[in-house]
């Protein structure tokens, strides 16, 4: 920046002043005139902007086909996928085809089991287990399909509530639960 405004400080002086000799020789007259000079160092810029411009898109077109991802700020982060709806009743399905089927001959009394209290009995489970529980011992201690309906009620809730995180670290593996 500091060389091109010295040379056009340089040029205009040039250009404005006078010259002090009156007797030119033919050579001198055959000078180049500073404003083609001018011209001449601008095209060379204009050249050298567009090869840095395609050196530039070469190196990220090699960046794009050399490195197929970013490297992690945290060397050691565990690549975790959100469980969605679908996993959960897949999981569910899996807890209930466990349990013994629905007999007509047993009688359930009203309000047995209660969600809100599922939901305590999830928080405390947790608690129990550092916070940290997967989707499978959730429900070893459930011996009912109803109760088993009533876990997993509470258990929806809390995921809505944000109270408890499922999260799976491979697609199809195990479904976890930590609190929040």
């Known amino acids: 920046f500091l060389v091109m405004a010295t040379y056009l400080l340089n040029l205009k002086s040039r250009l404005l002043l006078p010259r002090t000799e009156p007797n030119r020789s033919e050579d001198e007259e055959e000078e180049i ?17 567009e090869a840095g411009e395609h050196l530039q898109q070469r190196e990220q077109g090699l960046i794009e086909r050399i490195y197929y991802r970013e490297v992690s700020d945290e060397p050691n982060r565990r690549e975790e996928l959100v469980v969605d709806l679908s996993a959960l009743i897949r999981a569910y399905r899996t807890v209930i085809r466990r349990l013994p089927s629905f007999e007509p001959e047993e009688i359930i009394p009203e309000g047995d089991v209660n969600v809100q209290d599922k939901m305590n009995e999830i928080i405390n489970t947790l608690h129990k287990n550092k916070g940290k529980i997967t989707f499978f011992d959730l429900f070893k201690t459930v011996s009912r399909r109803r109760e088993a309906l009533a876990m997993f009620l509470a258990l929806l809730e809390l995921i809505r509530l944000q109270k408890v995180r499922a999260y799976q670290n491979t697609p199809w593996g195990n479904i976890h639960l930590e609190m929040w």
């Not at 005139?33 to 902007?49: A, C, H, I, W």
């Open 33 to 49: 005139d500073p404003r083609e000079e001018l011209v001449q160092k601008l095209l060379d810029y204009k050249r050298f902007k």
